[in-house]
């Protein structure tokens, strides 16, 4: 059963009380006193006040923090980051400078898996309340602009659709003014023919033909787009030409009126093209009369060109209408979601803050029950102790009972280091060692521990020389948290210690075991061992498996047991192997 399967709040990324580690004797009470601890119920205090509320490195309890992945620098501060996270105070300080300030860089926020502090990009901590305030204003600025360039674009889209239609319609617009005046000419030229037919002859017909002139007179009148009519022989001789408004003349000498001048005077006057300066090539509408001529019809260029202008003002008009109804929906629409986003966001910290509290109320409440046992105890002890002294009484007894107190105040200043260790991490200092050198301190660190208990430690390499990126330090605290576990749980269980410290190589894993002859964990408890707190032992903290795990993940590894109920127990680190090509012979 991995750690991260069960245990919420088994993340454990601590290692050290600033100045006083496992290593430089954190266990002493000298510790305590050259770091200024001189009663251990305010330094606990103390430290809670100092730690928990700006603490930016504790996972919290009801929050299953991250798995790990492959160690890195921008991880979260237990995911193998090499600095060291820096006090919520700073952070905050330091986004307002650069949020605020001179409003010119981004930050970008990363979940740092804890619920007090958010971590910056560049692996700074911030509170809260300053990610708060830097996200609203970059998260404003950041809708405006995505606003603005998104009302450019419809904007664009619209007058390029506009354009678009525009051009069609233009050439719609010609080829019905086309159509129209082709089939007009087809009627006209039929009358002429049917005229021609039956009077012998074009001239004739066209001269004589009152209803014709009329006719054509009301075309050129009523329709502008027309500029001029032409009627001409077989021959191409002109017969007739109106221009534009003009009334149809017959003129002089012309074959039908017996005077032979084909030619005819053109009368009425071209509009003349003023104003329009687009100008369209309009091809001239030809029918045949029969077989006896041809009618052409002259569309007039000019008034083509105004009434496609009088088109695109009409169609700019209504783009701009459609135009700013569309940027007025979406302003409304981005205010709108900023309004939602900035609900959003503020749920969010509240839910942020709610956690954080209940996180720092269960952390608070777990420490104080801890503490508070072996107060009472103490308390209890140095009163009988008064009464002792008053009453003369025997020195075994009082001896017992300072020897309980010590051990007492051995226990709680253990509780302090280890949640120290705990709550506040220290940095993960990477190094690139065989993985095999990590077992073989073990027995050295424990060796009177080992002595004391006629306990025998046997150590393996199946690692194949296979080598691993980690704090030396640290892994070494994790396999010492668990030869203790492995060494007690065997002494509980009655029985000479007989431990297994093995490394193996999985694929690009590696794993660091300590296996023992104990009692073993019933399974319903297996799921607990890694929560802060728990513990089965007399004078246990509950920190060792919490500490073990925090680390582990802050090397992007994590933690399993195997337990046999009497039988005994494996517990399992894996930590990811260096698999370069450089890493050392040995490797598949
Ligand atoms: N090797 C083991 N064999 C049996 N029980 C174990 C072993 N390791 C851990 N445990 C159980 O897990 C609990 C939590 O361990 P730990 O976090 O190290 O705290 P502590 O050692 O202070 O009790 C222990 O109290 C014990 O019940
Ligand atoms: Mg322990």
Redesign the pocket.
């Known amino acids: 059963m991995w750690s991260s399967d069960h245990s919420q709040d088994s993340a454990s990324c601590g290692l050290n009380v600033a100045g006083c580690s496992a290593k430089s004797g954190c266990s002493s009470t000298r510790c305590w006193k050259t770091r200024k601890c001189t009663s251990l119920p305010t330094a606990v205090v103390g430290k809670m006040r100092s730690l928990i509320p700006r603490g930016s490195v504790v996972h919290p309890v009801t929050t299953v923090p991250p798995r790990c992945g492959v160690p890195s620098p921008a991880g979260p501060p237990c995911c193998g980051s090499s600095r060291a996270p820096q006090p919520a105070r700073w952070g905050a300080r330091r986004a307002r400078r650069r949020s605020g300030g001179r409003g010119r860089r981004r930050i970008r926020f990363i979940s740092s898996g804890h619920p007090t502090t958010a971590r910056l990009r560049r692996g700074r901590v911030i509170s809260f309340a300053a990610m708060k305030r830097v996200q609203k204003l970059g998260g404003s600025r950041r809708l405006l602009v995505a606003s603005a360039v998104f009302g450019l674009f419809v904007l664009f889209d619209i007058a390029l659709f506009g354009w678009l239609i525009f051009r069609s319609l233009s050439q719609r617009e010609i080829e019905r003014v086309l159509l129209e005046t082709r089939e007009e000419a087809e009627t006209l030229a039929k009358r002429i023919a049917d005229r021609a037919e039956r009077q012998g002859d074009l001239y004739t017909a066209v001269a004589g033909e009152r209803e014709t002139q009329t006719y054509i007179d009301s075309i050129l009148r009523q329709r502008d787009i027309v500029r001029q009519v032409e009627i001409r022989d077989k021959n191409g001789v002109l017969v007739l030409k109106s221009v534009n408004q003009a009334s149809i003349q017959i003129p002089e000498g012309s074959p039908g009126l017996g005077q032979g001048s084909p030619e005819l005077r053109e009368l009425g006057e071209e509009k003349k093209e003023g104003q329009w300066t687009t100008t369209y090539e309009v091809p001239d509408v030809r029918v045949p009369i029969g077989d006896l001529g041809l009618l052409e019809i002259g569309i007039s260029a000019p008034e083509l060109g105004k009434r496609i202008e009088i088109l695109r003002k009409e169609l700019i008009q209504q783009a701009a209408v459609i135009g700013g109804l569309s940027v007025l929906l979406l302003v409304g629409a981005f205010v709108g979601v900023w309004l939602l986003m900035r609900r959003a966001q503020s749920l969010e910290m509240q839910a942020a803050e709610a956690e954080r509290m209940a996180y720092i109320g269960t952390l608070a409440s777990g420490l104080a029950h801890e503490i508070r046992n072996p107060l009472n105890s103490l308390n209890l002890n140095m009163q009988m102790l008064e009464e002792e002294i008053e009453e003369g009484g025997s020195a075994p007894t009082g001896k017992r009972l300072l020897s309980i107190t010590r051990s007492e105040l051995s226990r709680l200043e253990r509780l302090v280091t280890d949640f120290l260790t705990y709550a506040k991490p220290r940095p993960v200092e990477l190094e690139e060692i065989p993985a095999v050198l990590l077992l073989e301190r073990v027995p050295e660190v424990l060796a009177g521990e080992i002595q004391k208990r006629r306990a025998r430690i046997a150590v393996h390499d199946r690692s194949q020389g296979a080598r691993v990126r980690v704090d030396p330090a640290q892994i070494n605290q994790v396999l010492l ?1 668990l030869t203790q ?2 060494l ?2 065997a002494e509980e269980a009655d029985r000479t210690p007989l431990l297994e410290l093995s490394v193996h190589r999985q694929g690009a894993w590696v794993q660091l075991k300590v296996a ?1 002859n ?4 019933p399974l319903a ?1 297996q799921a607990k ?1 890694f929560d802060l707190f ?4 007399k004078g ?7 500490i073990v795990d925090r680390i582990a993940r802050a090397h992007g590894g994590r933690v399993a047991v195997e ?1 046999t109920p009497g039988t005994g ?1 494996v ?1 399992t680190v894996e930590l990811p192997a260096v698999t370069t090509v450089e890493s050392g012979p040995g490797l598949s």
């Open positions: 948290n576990n492995a007690a749980a023992d104990g009692g073993g964990i408890e061992i728990y513990s089965t032992r246990g903290t509950g920190l060792g498996l919490a337990s127990t517990m």
